[in-house]
């Protein structure tokens, strides 16, 4: 029996010592060891000294010539568009810099040889009607040419028999109303779900109310100002000054408690507001992507930092999408900063979100 | 004792780790609720390279946004609203400006009209809150004439840049006018651009015509007509507005006719001495091949897109419901079980969904289901709305909707796949019958 207790009891002291000296301890060792890196003090002077003249970029400002459109190298086939690949600006490239298209003409037949009113021999007389008949608003060739292009006129316009006189608008007079009939069309929304006009009900009662008013909350003390300026870094170099400002004071700011269920659900609910999934595809839709980026202390994301951690169930086009929706609703509602704890900075300063559409299918 | 103080020493070993472990982590959030509204786009007019291209400029502006905002999925922020201008196709983009302006997507373009009467157009899309191009910038080329086109073919491409599946806007409509009171309606095909442009007529209204449908290629077209006295499928070659009679048989009708994905194979109904089966004829041998042979009416047959199966309607069951079967016949299986009336299915390009119309306490509805019969949606409600079709990318749905009384007339309508969207197609006349076109090459 007494085998037993010491067997077990060696057995407990080992997993023991194993924790300490695998775990936290061993984390914690790794974590302060301090790196520690030989820095000189160099002057303006000798500063100059070691950077060359004429070292700073050069902006390029030598651009390629246009070359003229070559007709000649239109496609064979004529059933296609011919459509042709720009190279995209540089956001800081020299204005009037065009890349070179290299454009390719082709006439775009439409598989359709049919003139715009109907085949003669297979219509009736009665049938041609030249108001039912649409012409094409491509501008006819006139016999005048304008000295400046002029706009063809609506082909509905109509000249009437009797001279209306011109009304003058009175200043004075009031803004008059004017109601736009419009073809019929579901109600532009903003919701996680969709109401098909088979769903839709008629119904008299009320179907909003006033919102209650919020419970009033006790005073706190006025937050600590702000580390960063108010307007968002958007430079690179912003960036990185204030990742690496974060980066210091991680290592001194205290980290508070966790935040509640109730914040993260909030925070969560914060950036949804500006989650719109509505112009995705199915497939992006039910694409779930997890979105990492950093926090400033005033609540505002760090734009550069946003980035795409994994994905699940689409492809690698239909996560770009999702996450190119899901870097919107981030940015967009964290312009003015999410409404987190301040003295729980440590605990938010790094978010992974997970942004699942899955519950907004359509219902 | 001893094991008391162990457990206990366990228990902090893991709790201290369990806490450095979760210090060391960033904060973990899951969104599940998001809204779902149009994204705000700003087509900034399209700079005209010369003074011949600036009606066409306005013009092409005018259609893209124009195609774009249709689709419901789309906001178009009004010039006056900008900030900054765009006064060169080249410039870099000023993107606090439009985000100023909560704008998500920017469309920039110029066209230009060579001397010999060719147009040119080319854009680019910036999507704004990352700073970066959407893709890279495109050029289309045309005639003059054709303008419309080109505005379509850059629609579809901000469309499938932004929304990641294809466009739907350079494509075409064919379907049956309909003129006269409603006792004596002429009927006749008609076709035009997506949006209810450019109208041609392909027959004249000496003989009612039902039910076109183009082929995959978009070059032929199967109706029927009662051009004999009795409902015959004729094919249609869309460019030489000539017809050829498929399936003619004295003793028996046909319609409802369908390609089948490979375009040259038709599946319909053929009704022979009282009784109305489903059958595939080869449109070059014009060999026939009977699918079903039950007592019942089957008709209005669609094929899968990779043409394995087949969905149609039949009363089998004692009143009209939907059935897969296999493409070269086989047991059907019934994939409809809803209240009230199924009928006239159409699978989805994609091959997610089945469109069909519905009929069920007196009101007629335009609903999409999955190829097994799950997550029927119901998207319209009216006095009668029928004959769905899709658009090219599997999102779009258009129809016939029939106002009621005396003066009730049928109109072209459409919906979105999720019910949102809907609205009128414009049509100079009454207008029923519609099936969309592949995308124009």
């Not at chain 1, 700073?56 to 064979?76: C, F, G, H, K, L």
């Not at chain 1, 098909?196 to 209650?212: F, L």
Request: aromatic residues 8%; negative net charge.
């Amino acid at each position: 029996m007494r085998w037993s207790w010491y067997i077990s009891g060696a057995g407990h002291i080992a997993f023991i010592l194993a924790v300490f000296l695998a775990g936290p301890l061993a984390s914690d060792r790794q974590s302060e060891v301090v790196i520690l890196s030989e820095v000189a003090i160099l002057s303006e002077q000798e500063f100059a000294a070691l950077v060359p003249p004429g070292a700073a970029p050069q902006t390029q400002t030598d651009v390629p010539a246009v070359d003229a459109p070559d007709d000649d190298e239109a496609p064979s086939s004529p059933m296609a568009l011919a459509a042709t690949e720009l190279a995209t600006p540089s956001p800081v490239a020299t204005p009037g810099s065009p890349d070179v298209p290299e454009i390719e003409i082709e006439q775009p037949a439409l598989g359709l040889e049919i003139d715009d009113s109907a085949p003669t021999a297979l219509l009736a007389p009665s049938d041609i009607d030249g108001s039912s008949a649409r012409p094409d608003q491509v501008a006819a060739p006139a016999a005048r040419v304008a000295p400046v292009p002029q706009l063809a006129p609506p082909p509905e316009a109509e000249t009437g028999e009797d001279l209306i006189e011109a009304t003058v608008p009175d200043p004075e007079a009031p803004p008059e109303l004017v109601e736009v009939e419009d073809a019929p069309q579901a109600p532009q929304e903003a919701s996680d779900r969709i109401v098909t006009e088979a769903e839709e009900e008629e119904t008299n009662a009320v179907i909003s109310s006033m919102r209650p008013r919020p419970r009033p909350r006790p005073s706190r003390p006025p937050s600590p100002a702000p580390d960063v300026p108010d307007d968002a870094p958007s430079a690179p170099e912003q960036v990185a000054a204030l990742a690496d400002a974060d980066t210091e004071s991680r290592q001194v700011a205290p980290r508070g408690p966790p935040l509640t269920g109730g914040e993260k659900e909030a925070f969560g609910l914060a950036v949804g507001q500006c989650w719109n999934v509505g112009s995705l595809s199915a497939s992006a839709r039910a694409t779930t992507v997890v979105v990492a980026f950093d926090m400033q202390r005033t609540g505002v994301p760090v734009t550069g930092s946003i980035r795409m951690v994994e994905f699940h169930g689409g492809s690698e086009a239909d996560a770009d999408r999702a996450f190119g929706a899901a870097r919107r609703a981030i940015i967009r509602c964290g312009t003015k900063g999410f409404q987190l704890p301040v003295e729980k900075f440590d605990q938010w300063r790094e978010v992974e979100a997970t942004f699942n559409s899955e519950g907004m299918q359509y219902r | 004792m001893k094991q008391f103080l162990l457990s206990l020493a366990l228990a902090f070993a893991l709790g201290t780790q369990a806490l450095a472990q979760e210090r060391t982590g960033p904060l973990r959030i899951e969104i599940t609720k998001g809204v779902i509204e149009p994204v705000a786009i700003a087509v900034a007019p399209f700079l005209a390279e010369n003074p011949a291209a600036e009606e066409y400029a306005a013009r092409i502006t005018e259609v893209v946004a124009g195609d774009l905002v249709g689709t419901g999925l789309f906001r178009d922020i009004p010039h006056q609203a900008y900030v900054s201008q765009v006064a060169d196709f080249d410039a870099p983009v000023a993107y606090p400006d439009w985000k100023a302006i909560n704008v998500e997507a920017l469309v920039v373009g110029s066209a230009t009209l060579t001397s010999d009467g060719r147009l040119l157009a080319k854009f680019r899309l910036f999507d704004v809150f990352a700073d970066a191009p959407l893709g890279d910038g495109l050029q289309f080329a045309g005639v003059a004439g054709s303008w419309r086109r080109v505005a379509h073919k850059i629609a579809d491409q901000v469309y499938s840049r932004i929304t990641g599946e294809g466009g739907y806007f350079d494509s075409r409509v064919v379907y049956v006018e309909a003129t006269g009171p409603k006792g004596d309606r002429r009927k006749r095909l008609a076709i035009m651009d997506f949006d209810g442009e450019n109208v041609r007529y392909l027959t004249d209204a000496s003989s009612i015509v039902l039910a076109p449908r183009f082929s995959p290629t978009g070059d032929r077209i199967l109706f029927t007509s009662y051009e004999t006295g009795f409902p015959q499928i004729y094919e249609l070659t869309v460019g030489g507005v000539d017809k050829t009679p498929l399936a003619i048989d004295a003793e028996s009708m046909t319609f409802a006719p369908r390609y089948a994905p490979d375009g040259r194979t038709v599946v319909y109904s053929e009704a022979r001495r009282g009784n109305t089966d489903i059958y595939t004829l080869d449109a070059t041998t014009l060999r026939r091949t009977r699918l079903t042979s039950a007592p019942s009416i089957e008709t209005a047959p669609s094929f899968s897109p990779d043409g394995r199966q087949i969905v149609f309607e039949s009363d089998r069951s004692g009143n009209q419901q939907l059935y897969v079967m296999p493409a070269s016949g086989g047991q059907p299986r019934r994939i409809s079980f809803g209240p009230g009336r199924y009928g006239t299915p159409v699978w989805s390009p994609r091959g997610d969904f089945i469109a069909f119309t519905k009929q069920n306490a007196g009101r007629f509805h335009i609903g999409v289901m999955r190829a097994d019969g799950s997550a029927e949606r119901l998207l319209t409600a009216s006095f009668l709305d029928e004959g769905p079709t899709w658009s090219p990318n599997g999102r779009v749905l258009m129809f016939t909707r029939e106002s009621a009384g005396a003066e009730g007339k049928p109109a072209l309508f459409s919906v979105d796949i999720s019910g949102r969207n809907l609205r009128r197609v414009p049509t100079e006349t009454a207008a029923s019958d519609p099936a969309w076109s592949p995308l124009l090459p």
